[in-house]
C-alpha cells in the first residue's frame, strides 16, 4: 500500500469536437513592454554570432565527411568491406545534433539515400532494420508518391528488390549511427554482418558518432565484425575549443553591448568545465542571464548599440530617468563632481548626460577588450602562462570584481617575466599586438603608431654590454682617501652593465604598463552606468541554473514570491489566502509532527484558503476538498510525504 496516492477523483469535462484547435491561453502583455524588445535584440544578435562560431567550426569536418562519400560514390563496389566513417565527436554528444542535421543537408547533392538510426529506435535486431530500411526506402519518395513501403515490410530482402528497380548502384546508401555506445553490440555485430552479405549488390556507407575513443569500436565488435569495416577516423574540435571560440564570438563582438562579468561569468565557465562540456547548455544558461538582466526593468532599454543610443534614450519615461539617477555607478560619477548641478538638472538635460555616458562606455569597452586581447596575446608567450592559455580566463581576472586587472599579482609576474624574453620573442609579441590592432578599426591609433616606433628602436638596438673603462671610472671617484677610492674603484667595476638593448627593453615594458596596459584595463565596475551593460549577479546562476533540486523546491514553496513575483505573495514567512494551494499546505506541513492528521490539516487549509466559509463542519466545500486533495497528490509526488498502515488518517513526513 505504500505507493498508493493519498486522493483519488474522477474530472469531468466537455470533449472537444474533431478538428476543434485547443486554445492557447497564454499571457503575450510582455512583447511590447520596451525591456523585452531590447532583450529579444541582445539575445538575436548573441544567438546569430554564436551560430556563425559554429558554422566555422564545422566547416572542416564537414567538408571532410563530404569528401569521404563523394569518393565511394566514384570507387567500384567492395565485394568485402563496407566503407565507415567514425566521427570522433566527444564526450557530449547531445551538443552535435547541429552537426548531425549540417551532415545530413551536406551530403544531400551526393545521395539523397540517407538513414540517421538512434539507440532508442533500435533495441532489436528487427527494429534497426525496420528503421534503416524504412528511411531508405520511404525518405528517398517524393512527397507525392503514395506507394510508401509500410514498416512491417521492410526487410533487407525488399531493400535489394527497390535497389535493383531503381538501378542506383552508383549511388550509395548511407546508414548514421550517431551514439555508437547506447546501441546493443551484439546488435550492432548481426547488423554488419548482415550489410556485409549484401555488399556485392548495394553500395552502403556507415558514419558512426564515437564519444569516446576509436578503441571503443574494437573492443566491442568482434573481430569477424570489424574486418568487414573499412575505417577512417575523422576528428571534431574539443568542446573546450569551441567554447573558446563561442565566447570570443559573443565577448568581442562589436554589435553586442552586453557583458557578462564577475562570479556570473565565473560560474557558468565552471560549470562548463567540471560538469557538463556542453556549449549548448551553456548558451541557454546564458541566455537566462541575459533574461533576467533585462526582465521588467525598462530602463535597460539604452542597453544598444552605439547607433541606436540617441533613440533609446528619447524613449525613456520619467521613471526611467529616476531609476537610473539612483544607480550607484551614476551616483559616484555625479559626487565627483558638482552634484548641486546634479540635482538641479531637468530630465532633457539628464538625457544629455546619458548619452554622454553612454558613449563614453561603449568607447570604454571597446579599448577594454582590444589591449586585453592584446595582453593576452603576450601573456600566452610568457614562461608558466600566468593568465593561463585561453581568452577567457584573463577576462574573468579583468572583470572579475572592483579590483583593476592591473593590481593584481598575475598582472605584476607578466610584467616582470616580459624582461626576459630574448629579443627575437619581444619582436614578435609587438608584431602580434600591432596585427591584432589592424584588426580593430576603433583601436586606438597612437598606441600602433607608438609601438612601431619601439619596434623599430629594438630591432637596431645593439646587445653588446659597453666593457669597463678604468679611466673614465676613475675620473668620477672623488679621491676623499687611498681607502675610500679603493672601495668606490671596486663597487664601479662590480656594478651590472646592461646593453643598449636592455635599456630600451626596460623603456618599453614601462610604456607597455604604464601608457597601454593600465589606462585601457580598468574593471567595469569602476565605470558609469556599467550596471545597464553588465551582469554580475550570482543569484542568477545559482538560483535559475545550478540550484540544488530539493532546495529550490523547499524556496518556491515555503516563499512563492521568489518565483512568481506576485504582490500578493510577498509576505515571506506567512500563510497567506493568496498562497498557491500546495504552498499553503507545505507551511502547515512544516509546523507538523511525524504524523499528520488528515482531517486536521483539511480544516486548516479550508480556514485560510476561506476564512468567511459558513459550511458546517461535517460538510466541506466540494471545491475546496478538491483542491486539498490536488495540493496533497502533488506534495506526496514531490516526495515529502505518504501514507502509512499505522494510522489510516494519517500521512507520515518525509522531511
Given at each position: 500500500m505504500e505507493d498508493v496516492s493519498v486522493s483519488k477523483g474522477v474530472f469531468a469535462h466537455v470533449p472537444r469536437k474533431f478538428g476543434q484547435k485547443k486554445k492557447k491561453n497564454k499571457n503575450l502583455d510582455h512583447i511590447n513592454e520596451p525591456w523585452y524588445k531590447a532583450f529579444k535584440e541582445t539575445w538575436m544578435a548573441i544567438e546569430n554570432s554564436a551560430t556563425r562560431v559554429n558554422v566555422d567550426t564545422f566547416k572542416q569536418i564537414l567538408s571532410d565527411l563530404e569528401s569521404f562519400v563523394e569518393k565511394i560514390k566514384t570507387m567500384s563496389l567492395l565485394t568485402d568491406e563496407i566503407p565507415t566513417g567514425i566521427l570522433l565527436a566527444g564526450v557530449n554528444l547531445p551538443d552535435h545534433n547541429l552537426l548531425l542535421h549540417k551532415l545530413e543537408i551536406q551530403l544531400q547533392p551526393i545521395t539523397r539515400y540517407i538513414a540517421t538510426v538512434w539507440s532508442r529506435d533500435a533495441s532489436t535486431l528487427k527494429n534497426l532494420t525496420d528503421e534503416v530500411v524504412c528511411q531508405l526506402i520511404n525518405g528517398s519518395r517524393s512527397e507525392d508518391d503514395s506507394l510508401l513501403v509500410k514498416k512491417s515490410q521492410?526487410?533487407?530482402?525488399?531493400?535489394?528488390?527497390?535497389?535493383?528497380?531503381?538501378?542506383?548502384?552508383?549511388?550509395?546508401?548511407?546508414?548514421?549511427?550517431?551514439?555508437?555506445?547506447?546501441?546493443?553490440?551484439?546488435?550492432?555485430?548481426?547488423?554488419?554482418?548482415?550489410?556485409?552479405?549484401?555488399?556485392?549488390?548495394?553500395?552502403?556507407?556507415?558514419?558512426?558518432?564515437?564519444?569516446?575513443?576509436?578503441?571503443?569500436?574494437?573492443?566491442?565488435?568482434?573481430?569477424?565484425?570489424?574486418?568487414?569495416?573499412?575505417?577512417?577516423?575523422?576528428?571534431?574540435?574539443?568542446?573546450?575549443?569551441?567554447?573558446?571560440?563561442?565566447?570570443?564570438?559573443?565577448v568581442l563582438a562589436p554589435n553586442i553591448p552586453f557583458k557578462l562579468t564577475g562570479r556570473a561569468f565565473k560560474l557558468l565557465i565552471d560549470i562548463f568545465i567540471w560538469y557538463d562540456f556542453s556549449v549548448k547548455s551553456y548558451l541557454q544558461s546564458y541566455k537566462v542571464c541575459v533574461w533576467r538582466h533585462f526582465y521588467g526593468q525598462n530602463e535597460k532599454l539604452i542597453c544598444c548599440d552605439k547607433e541606436s543610443i540617441k533613440n533609446r534614450v528619447s524613449q525613456l519615461t520619467p521613471k526611467d530617468l529616476k531609476k537610473l539617477k539612483a544607480l550607484p555607478s551614476v551616483e559616484r560619477y555625479f559626487n565627483s563632481m558638482d552634484k548641486t548641478k546634479f540635482d538641479s538638472a531637468s530630465n532633457k538635460q539628464f538625457q544629455e548626460i546619458l548619452i554622454k555616458l553612454l558613449n563614453e562606455f561603449h568607447k570604454y569597452i571597446s579599448d577594454f577588450l582590444i589591449i586585453l586581447r592584446c595582453l593576452h596575446k603576450v601573456s600566452v608567450t610568457l614562461p608558466t602562462t600566468p593568465f593561463g592559455k585561453n581568452f577567457r580566463n584573463i577576462y574573468t581576472n579583468a572583470v572579475f570584481g572592483n579590483t583593476n586587472l592591473c593590481e593584481t599579482e598575475e598582472y605584476k609576474r607578466a610584467i616582470q617575466l616580459l624582461g626576459f624574453l630574448s629579443k627575437e620573442e619581444l619582436?614578435?609579441?609587438?608584431?602580434?599586438?600591432?596585427?591584432?590592432?589592424?584588426?580593430?578599426?576603433?583601436?586606438?591609433?597612437?598606441?600602433?603608431?607608438?609601438?612601431?616606433?619601439?619596434?623599430?628602436?629594438?630591432?637596431?638596438?645593439?646587445?653588446?654590454?659597453?666593457?669597463?673603462?678604468?679611466?673614465v671610472e676613475t675620473e668620477k671617484i672623488k679621491l676623499s682617501s687611498r681607502t675610500a677610492f679603493k672601495t668606490s674603484l671596486r663597487q664601479a667595476s662590480l656594478k651590472v652593465r646592461s646593453s643598449p638593448y636592455k635599456e630600451m627593453q626596460i623603456e618599453f615594458i614601462k610604456f607597455l604598463d604604464n601608457e597601454v596596459f593600465q589606462p585601457y584595463l580598468k574593471s567595469p565596475a569602476h565605470m558609469p552606468l556599467n550596471e545597464i551593460f553588465c551582469c554580475d549577479d550570482p543569484s542568477i546562476v545559482h538560483n535559475y541554473i545550478r540550484g540544488s533540486m530539493k532546495a529550490v523546491i523547499h524556496n518556491g514553496l515555503r516563499d512563492p514570491y521568489l518565483y512568481l513575483k506576485c504582490d500578493c505573495c510577498s509576505a515571506e514567512g506567512e500563510i497567506l489566502q493568496t498562497h498557491p494551494d500546495i504552498s499553503i499546505l507545505y507551511k502547515c506541513h512544516l509546523e507538523s509532527r511525524k504524523m499528520i492528521n488528515m482531517y486536521d490539516w483539511l480544516q486548516t487549509f479550508v480556514i485560510t484558503v476561506d476564512p468567511n466559509d459558513r459550511s458546517n463542519d461535517d460538510e466541506v466545500n466540494p471545491e475546496l476538498y478538491d483542491r486539498f486533495s490536488r495540493a496533497v497528490a502533488e506534495l506526496q509526488f514531490l516526495g515529502f510525504i505518504k501514507t502509512t498502515r499505522k494510522k489510516t488518517d494519517h500521512v507520515k513526513k518525509l522531511t
Open positions: 521492410c526487410t533487407f530482402f525488399t531493400l535489394q528488390a527497390w535497389h535493383q528497380e531503381n538501378n542506383i548502384s552508383n549511388t550509395p546508401l548511407v546508414i548514421i549511427i550517431p551514439d555508437f555506445e547506447s546501441f546493443s553490440y551484439n546488435i550492432l555485430h548481426d547488423f554488419i554482418l548482415i550489410l556485409s552479405s549484401y555488399c556485392n549488390s548495394i553500395k552502403f556507407v556507415l558514419i558512426f558518432g564515437v564519444a569516446t575513443t576509436l578503441h571503443v569500436v574494437h573492443r566491442s565488435l568482434s573481430y569477424d565484425a570489424t574486418s568487414k569495416l573499412k575505417i577512417q577516423v575523422f576528428h571534431t574540435q574539443k568542446q573546450v575549443d569551441s567554447l573558446s571560440d563561442v565566447l570570443d564570438g559573443i619582436l614578435t609579441n609587438i608584431k602580434s599586438i600591432i596585427r591584432i590592432l589592424d584588426d580593430y578599426e576603433s583601436a586606438p591609433e597612437n598606441i600602433k603608431d607608438k609601438l612601431q616606433e619601439y619596434m623599430d628602436l629594438l630591432r637596431s638596438a645593439s646587445l653588446e654590454v659597453a666593457p669597463f673603462d678604468l679611466e
